[in-house]
């Protein structure tokens, strides 16, 4: 029997539908494992589904910034489209199939979690999910952080049951946009003094991530971290290679920048692939800096 998600009008949520169609009963006993496919039988592999157990949920094509390098999770850039947003009848429906099957985390995801129009909704929303899914331990949110500069926002995010969010900084140079490939947008510092600081004051013991992606610039990438780390913040760098159908040649200065770091900071310096077009400075090549 296949379970499939009807799009159905929901009051004070004005988004457009999306169809998910699932066949439960294809997949009775699946698990996550990250074992490499090469290294398992054919039987094997039926029985896994590829990852960690993570779920990334696009809420919304929507975002505040115009980023060059936006991968909008893989869909157009989010300006060239129209905007369109999941429903929260769909969220949850996903949510339910997804914990039966073993998913242990979820990160809402856009365009921009912060301009979704259900928002204050998904908030309260977050709560009833973690008591109604208890297997799903981790749940939060990646955003620019532009969006919840709004104080209603900031409120309703600080007082959530999210337990994790990553902040996407490209710099924090005096009066450059945290994204400077943006044509919009607020400066990195506006957005650590009135958005990081405070929420890390509210968030005691709660995740934040910084994700700085690296377009050439060692220097302001280096500052992005140096400004994380007298937070007590951990750092994803990413590396811009071949994002929306362009080509960068910044892989030796990448290198450089994953010596330069782990020589300040006295780390082993490790590399690690992290999907098409980017790659990334693993969390644990900060291994000296506690997972807060």
């Excluded at 910034?65 to 060239?80: D, F, I, V």
């Excluded at 912060?114 to 749940?139: S, T």
Aim: some cysteine; hydrophobic content about 40%.
């Amino acid at each position: 029997m296949s379970e499939s998600i009807e799009i159905a009008s929901l009051q004070r949520e004005p988004v457009e539908g999306i169809r998910i169609s699932v066949n439960d009963d294809a997949w009775p006993s699946l698990r996550f494992n990250n074992i490499a496919p090469n290294v398992t039988s054919a039987e094997e592999r039926d029985e896994f589904i590829p990852g960690r157990g993570d779920l990334r949920i696009s809420l919304t094509s929507a975002c505040n910034l115009r980023c060059s390098y936006c991968h909008n999770e893989g869909q157009q850039a989010p300006w060239l489209q129209a905007k369109t947003s999941a429903m929260l009848g769909n969220i949850e429906k996903l949510l339910e199939i997804a914990g039966r099957h073993g998913v242990k985390s979820v990160k809402f995801s856009g365009g921009d979690p912060g301009v979704y129009p259900g928002f204050f909704m998904l908030m309260d929303a977050i709560a009833l999910w973690r008591e109604r899914y208890p297997g799903i331990r981790k749940w939060g949110i990646c955003t620019n952080g532009g969006p919840f500069l709004a104080p209603k926002k900031f409120e309703a995010l600080a007082a959530s049951r999210l337990d994790n969010i990553s902040i996407g900084i490209d710099s924090v140079e005096p009066g450059e946009p945290s994204k400077p490939s943006s044509p919009v947008g607020v400066s990195g510092k506006t957005l650590v003094d009135e958005f990081v600081v405070p929420l890390l004051r509210q968030w005691n013991g709660r995740s934040i991530k910084f994700d700085s992606v690296f377009t050439g610039d060692k220097q302001r990438v280096l500052n992005v971290i140096r400004a994380a780390r007298s937070l007590g913040i951990n750092v994803s760098v990413l590396e811009i290679n071949g994002v929306m159908g362009t080509v960068h040649a910044k892989r030796s200065k990448f290198l450089e920048l994953i010596t330069e770091t782990a020589q300040e900071y006295r780390l082993q310096p490790r590399l690690s692939l992290s999907g098409p077009g980017l790659r990334k400075l693993p969390q644990d090549a900060f291994a000296g800096f506690p997972d807060r």
